[in-house]
């Protein structure tokens, strides 16, 4: 079993910028993917972005393309996701998730089996 914690939300002017990151512990030693999720107040959860175990394949939603990167140092057990150009629209829970076959294509948080509780980022305007 692997646990998650992110960290690194809070509020934020429109048109700045956020870093989040997300730490691994546990059983780790695997190959997986690491995925951002966020959920906003009445909406589904929606897939944000993804990042293979080598850091050379990822995936973003339309709606963060050009404005978001993800990366990770699997030294530190750690994935983040840096967020710019950030918009009140973006306000959201962020979660972030472990996709275990190294799949960055997986966009259903079905294909997720380990979670962390999320972090808030608001995005005021």
């Known amino acids: 079993q692997v646990q998650l914690v992110e960290s690194g939300g809070g509020l934020v002017q429109a048109g700045g910028s956020l870093r989040l990151s997300c730490a691994a512990s546990?059983?780790?030693?695997?190959?997986?993917?690491m995925g951002w999720f966020r959920q906003a107040p009445g909406k589904e959860r929606e897939f944000v972005a993804a990042?293979?175990?080598?850091?050379?394949?990822?995936n973003f939603a339309d709606s963060v393309k050009g404005r978001f990167t993800i990366s990770r140092d699997n030294a530190k057990n750690t994935v983040y996701l840096q967020m710019n150009s950030l918009k009140p629209e973006d306000t959201a829970v962020y979660y972030c998730a472990r996709e275990p076959r190294d799949r960055v294509g997986v966009t259903n948080e079905r294909g997720y089996d380990s979670w962390g509780q999320g972090t808030q980022v608001t995005v005021s305007s």
């Open positions: 990042i293979s175990w080598s850091g050379g394949s990822t």
């Open positions: 546990g059983r780790t030693f695997r190959q997986y993917a």
